[in-house]
């Protein structure tokens, strides 16, 4: 009995609490029985919230529920004085404090090695990584219970850090009050659904929620059971069976696999990282939902995204808001560069010097940063244009390191910056010119891969080539003034084309996930180079059909999965109305009957969800 009663209430770091386990769904009932209890009393409401959403997080994290509550308190006090300072240097410094501790929390946990890395190799020190946190709890304990010479992040520890740093900057800002009661703003800040893997809710979307009686129609019900079940099929069906039975093999050891598997591999990665984090978005917000909360969107069809800048205003919607609203906007945005623009510029001059272990990574930064400079001075009407595409990719490369401090989510974030800027370049040129650059760029490629035989070049003059392709066929269309419209043709193509790109970047991006920051950066740099060179190299076409047929239940799901995608929102929206509003004894055994599918792709493991790591 007491084995048993360690087992549901003790944390176990190898059995860590997850939407897909059943122990989660009878923590979540007992959780709808007492809010229906409480629901008219909402300071008792939001305190068993409170108290239930650290015991959710306890039971994923452990020891460090301690630094969620160091970070719910610390906000708490310091959101209090900001509001009551009055404006000027002193509410600024208040302020500054309070965002400046909730970064070095973060900071400490998540960039320590980088840190440690960058000092050894400027100074030529030799210092060690050392949990300072887990030396005080030794000591406290009277015991080596925790292991001091390895930092561990805590589970979704970006995510509450930029809620407690939203909800200082909303009070300096004057968009909400302070919250008066710590269970109250504790209960915002843990709310478990979304506690350790987003969306980011910002204090002025979900405070006033706190004091809003719980409400549920029928129909908002049914919705809250709709996107657990759509979450439940996106994560187990789609994202976890793809990962274990093709995807994490490849990735593993990419040179044992042929250029069209690892081809696969990375689209089916594309599917997969999207099927996880919007599958663990949509269960939070019909658990959400359920008790009485919306959450705000988290995705929009991203894969539909016809440019790389419109893909950021779908994808990961409440961390592209936050960087917009608290990061582009204070650097300048789309009116000029700040003192924080070239701060930011050169510190990412540094970091890639660290990262990079090279000196002409720094120079070449400066370089480009400083020509930047000079043509601005000397060409005025271009200064808005200029400043507003540095401050773009200053926000993708801080956005690239939120996820990790590690080489290859720099070059993530890098690419995708470079992808924003280009195809705003290419927009502002004439379709005639388009053709004339594609071409020449495929001419270019082609002859430095037949020069070099770098499988990189390899797979850009495909690129290339089928860019030229579009960009000539679009610039014969107009030329010859054919009448009938192909609109609906230009947006597929650039749909297919921005899909094509983002899945590339995820390239940098998967191969150092999941990695100890310590080796991540020389793992993730020998796995992407090994995929390239499998992708770029020479392919046996003739095996083709016969690894299709192999993988058949991947290739099958990978298709099915892009294909409801890419359905029309219309549709979409009309079948989660009918879900939502059939017959409640019919909704229990459509119900029943997606748990029964769903759980028949369940492997042996349970998976965790991707963005736990971040």
């Given at each position: 009995?007491?084995?048993?009663?360690?087992?549901?209430?003790?944390?176990?770091?190898?059995?860590?609490?997850?939407?897909?386990?059943?122990?989660?769904?009878?923590?979540?009932?007992?959780?709808m029985v007492f809010v229906a209890m409480l629901q008219k009393k909402l300071l008792m409401r939001n305190a068993f919230l409170f108290a239930a959403?650290?015991?959710?997080?306890?039971?994923?994290?452990?020891?460090?529920?301690?630094?969620?509550?160091?970070?719910?308190?610390?906000?708490?006090?310091?959101?209090?004085?900001?509001?009551?300072?009055?404006?000027?240097?002193?509410?600024?410094?208040?302020?500054?404090?309070?965002?400046?501790?909730?970064?070095?929390?973060?900071?400490?946990?998540?960039?320590?090695?980088?840190?440690?890395?960058?000092?050894?190799?400027?100074?030529?020190?030799?210092?060690?990584?050392?949990?300072?946190?887990?030396?005080?709890?030794?000591?406290?304990?009277?015991?080596?219970?925790?292991?001091?010479?390895?930092?561990?992040?805590?589970?979704?520890?970006?995510?509450?850090?930029?809620?407690?740093?939203?909800?200082?900057?909303?009070?300096?800002?004057?968009?909400?009050?302070?919250?008066?009661?710590?269970?109250?703003?504790?209960?915002?800040?843990?709310?478990?659904?979304?506690?350790?893997?987003?969306?980011?809710?910002?204090?002025?979307?979900?405070?006033?929620?706190?004091?809003?009686?719980?409400?549920?129609?029928?129909?908002?019900?049914?919705?809250?059971?709709?996107?657990?079940?759509?979450?439940?099929?996106?994560?187990?069906?789609?994202?976890?069976?793809?990962?274990?039975?093709?995807?994490?093999?490849?990735?593993?050891?990419?040179?044992?696999?042929?250029?069209?598997?690892?081809?696969?591999?990375?689209?089916?990665?594309?599917?997969?990282?999207?099927?996880?984090?919007?599958?663990?978005?949509?269960?939070?917000?019909?658990?959400?939902?359920?008790?009485?909360?919306?959450?705000?969107?988290?995705?929009?069809?991203?894969?539909?995204?016809?440019?790389?800048?419109?893909?950021?205003?779908?994808?990961?919607?409440?961390?592209?808001?936050?960087?917009?609203?608290?990061?582009?906007?204070?650097?300048?945005?789309?009116?000029?560069?700040?003192?924080?623009?070239?701060?930011?510029?050169?510190?990412?001059?540094?970091?890639?010097?660290?990262?990079?272990?090279?000196?002409?990574?720094?120079?070449?930064?400066?370089?480009?940063?400083?020509?930047?400079?000079?043509?601005?001075?000397?060409?005025?009407?271009?200064?808005?244009?200029?400043?507003?595409?540095?401050?773009?990719?200053?926000?993708?490369?801080?956005?690239?390191?939120?996820?990790?401090?590690?080489?290859?989510?720099?070059?993530?974030?890098?690419?995708?910056?470079?992808?924003?800027?280009?195809?705003?370049?290419?927009?502002?040129?004439?379709?005639?010119?388009?053709?004339?650059?594609?071409?020449?760029?495929?001419?270019?490629?082609?002859?430095?891969?037949?020069?070099?035989?770098?499988?990189?070049?390899?797979?850009?003059?495909?690129?290339?080539?089928?860019?030229?392709?579009?960009?000539?066929?679009?610039?014969?269309?107009?030329?010859?003034?054919?009448?009938?419209?192909?609109?609906?043709?230009?947006?597929?193509?650039?749909?297919?084309?921005?899909?094509?790109?983002?899945?590339?970047?995820?390239?940098?991006?998967?191969?150092?996930?999941?990695?100890?920051?310590?080796?991540?950066?020389?793992?993730?740099?020998?796995?992407?180079?090994?995929?390239?060179?499998?992708?770029?190299?020479?392919?046996?076409?003739?095996?083709?059909?016969?690894?299709?047929?192999?993988?058949?239940?991947?290739?099958?799901?990978?298709?099915?999965?892009?294909?409801?995608?890419?359905?029309?929102?219309?549709?979409?929206?009309?079948?989660?109305?009918?879900?939502?509003?059939?017959?409640?004894?019919?909704?229990?055994?459509?119900?029943?009957?997606?748990?029964?599918?769903?759980?028949?792709?369940?492997?042996?493991?349970?998976?965790?969800?991707?963005?736990?790591?971040?």
């Amino acid at each position: 009995m007491m084995e048993k009663l360690a087992d549901i209430f003790l944390y176990n770091e190898h059995d860590q609490l997850l939407f897909t386990q059943f122990y989660f769904w009878a923590f979540f009932a007992v959780v709808m029985v007492f809010v229906a209890m409480l629901q008219k009393k909402l300071l008792m409401r939001n305190a068993f919230l409170f108290a239930a959403s650290v015991f959710f997080y306890y039971k994923t994290s452990g020891i460090f529920t301690l630094i969620l509550l160091f970070a719910i308190v610390a906000s708490f006090i310091i959101g209090k004085w900001v509001s009551t300072a009055r404006a000027g240097w002193r509410k600024n410094s208040i302020l500054g404090v309070g965002v400046v501790v909730n970064l070095l929390v973060l900071s400490y946990f998540k960039y320590a090695y980088f840190i440690t890395d960058m000092l050894n190799n400027m100074f030529g020190l030799k210092m060690e990584v050392v949990d300072y946190f887990a030396m005080i709890g030794n000591s406290i304990a009277g015991d080596n219970i925790f292991r001091a010479d390895v930092i561990l992040l805590p589970v979704g520890i970006s995510f509450f850090t930029f809620q407690c740093i939203s909800y200082l900057m909303d009070i300096y800002r004057e968009r909400i009050k302070p919250v008066s009661n710590i269970l109250d703003y504790g209960f915002y800040v843990s709310f478990f659904p979304q506690l350790v893997a987003g969306p980011i809710v910002r204090a002025n979307e979900f405070i006033g929620q706190l004091y809003r009686p719980y409400s549920l129609s029928r129909r908002h019900f049914g919705m809250a059971i709709f996107w657990i079940m759509n979450g439940m099929a996106k994560k187990i069906i789609l994202s976890d069976y793809i990962a274990v039975n093709f995807i994490d093999r490849v990735f593993e050891n990419p040179t044992m696999y042929s250029g069209f598997e690892n081809l696969a591999a990375l689209f089916g990665y594309s599917l997969q990282v999207y099927a996880d984090f919007s599958g663990y978005t949509d269960i939070a917000t019909g658990v959400a939902l359920a008790m009485g909360f919306y959450l705000p969107q988290n995705f929009n069809s991203p894969y539909k995204a016809p440019n790389a800048g419109n893909f950021w205003k779908r994808w990961h919607m409440s961390l592209s808001r936050w960087l917009q609203d608290y990061l582009y906007i204070p650097m300048g945005g789309n009116r000029n560069a700040t003192l924080g623009t070239y701060m930011v510029i050169a510190t990412v001059a540094v970091v890639g010097t660290v990262l990079s272990g090279n000196i002409w990574v720094a120079i070449a930064v400066m370089t480009i940063a400083s020509g930047c400079a000079i043509f601005v001075v000397l060409n005025s009407g271009k200064r808005k244009l200029i400043t507003t595409n540095i401050n773009s990719m200053n926000t993708m490369l801080l956005g690239g390191l939120w996820h990790g401090a590690s080489w290859n989510f720099m070059i993530w974030g890098g690419l995708n910056g470079l992808g924003m800027i280009i195809f705003k370049i290419w927009k502002s040129i004439g379709i005639y010119w388009r053709a004339v650059v594609s071409v020449a760029t495929l001419g270019l490629c082609y002859v430095v891969a037949e020069m070099t035989g770098w499988p990189f070049f390899n797979i850009a003059v495909v690129w290339a080539g089928v860019t030229a392709a579009g960009a000539t066929l679009r610039a014969l269309y107009n030329l010859m003034r054919i009448p009938m419209e192909l609109k609906w043709l230009e947006h597929a193509w650039a749909i297919l084309q921005t899909f094509v790109f983002i899945t590339f970047t995820r390239l940098f991006f998967r191969s150092g996930s999941n990695l100890d920051p310590a080796e991540a950066n020389e793992t993730a740099w020998n796995t992407a180079k090994d995929m390239v060179g499998q992708i770029g190299g020479s392919w046996n076409v003739d095996m083709i059909g016969e690894m299709v047929m192999n993988y058949a239940n991947v290739f099958g799901l990978i298709v099915a999965g892009m294909i409801i995608h890419w359905l029309p929102e219309r549709l979409k929206r009309r079948y989660r109305i009918w879900f939502a509003t059939m017959p409640l004894p019919v909704m229990v055994i459509v119900s029943v009957i997606i748990v029964f599918v769903v759980y028949q792709f369940v492997t042996a493991d349970l998976q965790k969800f991707i963005y736990y790591q971040f």
